[in-house]
């Protein structure tokens, strides 16, 4: 065989199986693969790794370095100079020639692509080189350079050739990969022994000089070397049938984890015999060729390691399998599943085809996939035969792993078939097993509805098999599309195990733990460090031992109280506006839980989603949760709206040290800008439209809830009472908090300065209002009389109890919550 320069593998002239047709589309000149960008991902992360690595361990490089340095002090002198004689000449030379070997063989897109990644690769080194870097920090500077600021931490001469090397593709031919990378690391070494090279530039270089081959790689595309049809059906040839005629059966656009399917005619047929006439149609084939491409085996690969990390390992396959083990494992699985005695289309053969794919021909078996049959003709018989299949594959303790529509092949003689088993695993543990068996009970119950899928379970497998399957019952165990189907279904689950407790009472229900962690605890994670990077820098800054020496005791503690109020406060209006009854005790402990949300979300955001969901937790619809939320927000927006309108106008008639506080022309004008713009945006219909939706989305179902809420006196008043004590409990924070230092102000003001800080932090997008609040407060309380030392501690103590202080019991509320289930 021999390969053109897409590299498919073609047959050699004269060879019988040149003239066979092939009726497929036309494949792209040129295609991305998932490896190239998981590569360039990595190699960032490789290239940050090692900033990292230079910025927090220093002297752990200089000493290596140094290490190195007198270690080949020792070396033959003439060794050396052999050794940088060499690479100097190879560095550049074995690349060249290899680029030369290609154009013979007519690949020359791929070098061409390759010279390209190694002109933007010297392009970014020389930027980096003379722009960049020497304006970084000088720890980092100082430990990528070796020998004196003279000589460039990233070396030019290297990268450009690391990112050809990457972008060329070396891949299959190892005496060329041996001889160049053994010219790059001469040339690293010889840096290093020279002094002018140190190993976190030479790091750097090899990262950088990758992610771009890489990157650039995966930004053009690289020619496709995926085999034609035409170099599959020839390919066959070697397994000994003699082909006729070919045809694609599968769509380009479906998964490419499943893999190129093609019908093949084989010679010999009987006369009359159907020959389709065009790609995927069910024809009367003999055999169905499964083509494995070696560019589809990253495929899918980042949800896969999404997984395995997040799922216990026994109920995961192989991450990555490369093209031979691929091959390997399902011409084993396609063994066992036949000895078995489950009915599959039978493997006659495999083999490769070149070097970039191998194929798998199976016997063609007429048919249409499970999906595809009608409802009316799936009978209590034919879901009676599927199980009978599965029982046999559990017998032999095989996993399908992939037990949905399209594993499942209905064919003409109203058989089930099982098949695409390059999930399987042979030797299965129990979980997996009884994985399968959660997966097939969900694919039938959505085709034919939970009680006729359980009953035919049960009528195979008996009761008690069924009832292992109850806890695995969950989302995160199925596959991925039938997750997509469940949302159309959301009970479907819950409806299959209120089956199988009615065969088996005694059945427990309880949800298996298949996660190593869930989605939220990500969240928490996040979260908290998000938290602890706010915090920390503002906590430092406070001088603990003035605030020590200075503070009036007694009105800190007063502060600390009335900060303890407002959770209390927060509580009841939330209770005020839900007519479902909510424990006082739990509500109060979602309102700390809150207060570490808000940390990592605008302060106008991150309550609404606690409250949402707690109350969604508590039994109350979704719909209803989002509408109770809202009223109590709507109200409290209102309340909060008129109280500034009337204290700002009682401060002002009382005190003209307040009068400062108005909007200043800047602030005014970019107010009516932005509601200039605001107005014209809204002429647009579709705006228009856009902004209606979520409006209604946000509020629908406020009003009727706010009328719920008026027909319950009790609930009226708590609501309201909750509201306007949630106020006055941060109006007394602040007034505590300025008394603690020895500063006073009118009530009347404090509240206008509080009411105002407060509106500026709900605006300001940063998480709990952070910066905003404490700007606003700082220079009211000037404004209003207060010396800039005063102001900035009282804010500070304020800042300290209402945001600083809740962030840790918050997280512990919020980890306890989640554990009861509450969140």
Known sequence: MTRTHDGAARPRHGATAAGVPVDEPAQPDRIRRPSDAIRFAASLVGLAAVMLLVSIAQQTTHGLQTDIVQGTAHAPRLLLTLATLVSSFGVLAVPIAFAVERLFHKDGTRVAIALLAAVIAFGVTVGLDDLVVRAAPGGVLDSLIWGGTETAPVHTDIAPVIAFVSAVGMAGRSRWQAATWTMIGLAALTGLTASYASVAALAATYFLGRAIGHGTLYAVGTPNPRPTGAAVVAALERLGPRPVRGARLDDPADDAEAGRRYGV???GRPAGGRVPAGRGAHGDWDLEIRVLDRDQQTA?????????????????????????????????????VDAAGVRTPRLTGTCEVGTEAALLAYEHVPGRRLGDVPAAEITDELLTDVWRQFRAM??????????????????EDGLPYVTDLHAGETAAGDLALRLDLAQLLTTLALRTGPERAVRTAASVLGEEALGGAVPLLQRVALSRATRQALRRDRDLLTRIREQIVQLKPETEAAPARLERFRPRTIFSVVALSVAAYIVIPQVTSLDVGYLAATASWHWVVAALGAAALTYVAAAL????????????????????????VKLVAPAAVGGVAVNTRYLQRSGVRPTLAVASVGASQLVGMVTHILLLVLFGFLTGSTAKATQDLAPSRTIVIAVL?????????????RVRRVVASRLKSMFSGVVPRLVDVLQSPKKLCTGMGGTLLLTLAFVLCLDASIRAFGGSLPWTTVVLVFLTANAVGSAAPTPGGLGAVEGALTLALTISGLSAETATSAVLLYRLFTLWLPVLPGWGAFAFLQRKEAL
């Open 265 to 267: 005619v084989l010679a």
């Open 300 to 336: 899918g690969l980042l949800y896969r390691i999404w997984r395995l990390l997040r799922l216990r390992a026994t109920t995961t396959g192989r991450t990555l399998r490369s093209l031979r083990r691929s091959l390997e494992q399902e011409s084993l699985m396609a063994y066992a």
């Open 394 to 411: 559990q017998g032999g303790r095989l996993a399908h792993r992939r037990l949905q529509e399209d594993a499942l092949l209905i064919g």
């Open 573 to 596: 209006m939330l209770m005020g506006f839900v007519p479902e009854r909510l424990p006082l005790r739990r509500t109060v402990l979602v309102q700390v839980a809150a207060s570490f």
């Open 673 to 685: 800008a932005l509601g200039l713009v605001a107005g014209l945006a809204l002429t647009v219909p």
